[in-house]
Nanobody
Framework: VQLVESGGGLVQPGGSLRLSCAASGFTISSYIMRWYRRVPGQERELVAAISSDGGSTNYGDFVKGRFTISRDNAKNTVYLQMNSLKPEDTAVYCC???????????WGQGTQVTVSS
């Protein structure tokens, strides 16, 4: 069982990145998928979440319409499109899969996003 994030990197303020989280060893179609971010010395923050069928999403208050979470269950992958990036968005972004009725949960290792000029 594995979640592997990709798509991070260095981007200038105002730029965009698209993160991907590919699952293997299990099928994400029955899992809520979430993106979190973490900065050393700070609490982990929920960035975005999407229901198992993709019909419902929610975002951290700081997102303010800049990010979009989506999923492709056929590809067993979830995405995070990030636009209008700010230096304060610099963090390691991790994805999480949670199956509510079993409480089974899996985490990825994360991908570094650095927003700097």
């Amino acid at each position: 069982v594995q979640l592997v994030e990709s798509g991070g990197g260095l981007v200038q303020p105002g730029g965009s990145l698209r993160l991907s989280c590919a699952a293997s060893g299990f099928t994400i179609s029955s899992y809520i998928m979430r993106w979190y971010r973490r900065v050393p010395g700070q609490e982990r923050e929920l960035v975005a979440a999407i229901s198992s069928d993709g019909g419902s999403t929610n975002y951290g208050d700081f997102v303010k319409g800049r990010f979009t979470i989506s999923r492709d269950n056929a590809k067993n992958t979830v995405y995070l499109q990030m636009n209008s990036l700010k230096p304060e968005d610099t963090a390691v972004y991790c994805c999480d899969a949670k199956q509510i009725y079993t409480q089974r949960e899996y985490w990825g290792q994360g991908t570094q996003v650095t927003v700097s000029s």
